[in-house]
């Protein structure tokens, strides 16, 4: 039986690196479009501010608070993992280390973003 090879120069072989690869690179598209609403809806002030206050008014509402929730772990994710990419590419030692680098992203991650998303959602639901 012949056993496929991963391509040579290939530095994940689709294990947790390949997954970190397309979740950093979800990550950074949903917050781009965040920021393209951002500035589309902060442009409405120059318009007519009681536009961009009924707009506003419109994200006071949970399902708001739950992608407010989802952008800040995705911006948090989408940092670390910058880190650990610009550890990998850089340092001489980033390669053999991204396995373990990874699951410190994803437990720095966890710290970090579980007591915002515990004050955030009292404050979403009450």
Do not use: C
Not at 22 to 49: E, K, N, Q, Y
Not at 96 to 112: D, E, H, S
């Amino acid at each position: 039986m012949i056993v496929p090879q991963a391509p040579a120069g290939t530095l994940y072989r689709g294990r947790e690196g390949m997954w970190s690869w397309v979740a950093h690179r979800v990550t950074g598209v949903l917050i781009f479009f965040f920021l393209f609403a951002h500035v589309l809806d902060t442009a409405l002030v120059r318009v007519s501010p009681q536009a961009y206050n009924d707009v506003i008014g419109t994200y006071k509402n949970p399902v708001v608070g739950l992608g407010e929730a989802g952008l800040v772990a995705a911006v948090i994710f989408h940092a670390f993992n910058g880190v650990r990419l610009i550890l990998v590419d850089f340092w001489s030692q980033g390669p053999r280390y991204q396995r373990q680098m990874l699951w410190a992203v994803v437990g720095l991650w966890v710290v970090v973003f579980a007591p915002f998303a515990v004050r955030h959602l009292m404050h979403v639901f009450s």
